[in-house]
């Protein structure tokens, strides 16, 4: 975000802008790490209680203050930092269902 926009004075143009880097680059991200991710086999491991299943990686989205609270003129930049929490909510349900060796992984948002 440049700099603050009152809601009325927001363009679309600027909208999608904010909305490509912080939604979509975040998606298209996860895709491209979740495809290498889902290739890798799980591993046993030996830790200080005794076995376990040892993770293969992590996928870790960045949010901000704005992912949980607003300020006035950032109606585009709090909305994609919201969006970014409810897509790895999302997408995180996900990976341990959709097969047995995505069951090691995690996918989490730091704000």
Same mark, same amino acid.
């Not at 895709?31 to 005794?50: C, D, N, P, Y």
């Given at each position: 975000m440049h700099k603050p926009?009152?809601?009325?004075?927001?363009? !679309?143009?600027?909208?999608? /802008?904010?909305?490509?880097?912080?939604?979509?680059?975040? =998606?298209?991200?996860?895709? @491209? !790490?979740?495809?290498?991710? /889902?290739?890798?086999?799980?591993?046993?491991?030996?830790? =200080?209680?005794?076995?376990? @299943?040892?993770?293969?990686?992590s996928i870790v989205n960045l949010g901000s203050i704005h992912s949980f609270q607003s300020a006035p003129g950032t109606a585009q930049y709090t909305t994609s930092k919201h969006a970014v929490v409810g897509l790895t909510k999302s997408c995180g349900k996900m990976l341990p269902s959709s097969s047995a060796l995505l069951s090691s992984h995690r996918l989490e948002c730091l704000s």
């Open positions: 926009v009152h809601f009325m004075d927001l363009t !679309i143009q600027e909208w999608e /802008r904010v909305s490509q880097v912080n939604v979509q680059g975040v =998606l298209y991200c996860m895709q @491209a !790490i979740g495809k290498v991710m /889902r290739t890798q086999e799980s591993f046993k491991t030996s830790g =200080l209680h005794g076995p376990r @299943a040892a993770q293969r990686g």
